[in-house]
């Protein structure tokens, strides 16, 4: 049951190691696409406006609201470092196993050298 556990475990942290960079990215492009999507509507929508405004000669001047702005940017910030993030984590999983697995490699060698030198020590008693 154990072994299960851990199988599946590795397949789900595999599955997760494969799939969070492709999502991140996905999640990137949506993201640039929908920007360029508001931004044609804002556009068409100034457009019209300025039709509308050059017809009945009234000049329009828009407001800017900086702390809007600046919310928008720090949460744009929050959402790229998050981003990055999830490419991040894949990779350290990926290195974290890779470091496991030599070390179970390393302490299994260091097992096997302290077993023959015991049996060579058992001999030697047994010859006595």
């Known amino acids: ?67 809007v702005n600046l919310n928008l940017s720090n949460n744009y910030q929050i959402r790229h470092l998050w981003r990055w993030l999830f490419l991040f984590i894949p990779f350290c999983m990926v290195v974290a196993i890779y470091v496991y697995d030599r070390y179970l490699v390393c302490r299994a060698h260091m097992h096997q050298q302290q077993i023959e030198m015991l049996e060579k020590l058992w001999q030697q008693s047994l010859e006595k």
């Open 1 to 67: 049951m154990k072994l299960k556990l851990i199988n599946v475990f590795a397949v789900c942290l595999i599955t997760l190691t494969v799939l969070f960079p492709s999502l991140t990215v996905f999640g990137l492009v949506w993201e640039k696409h929908l920007n360029f999507v508001e931004q044609q509507n804002i556009s068409l929508y100034n457009k019209s406006i300025e039709s509308e405004c050059s017809a009945f000669e009234i000049q329009t001047n828009f407001p800017t609201n900086n702390h």
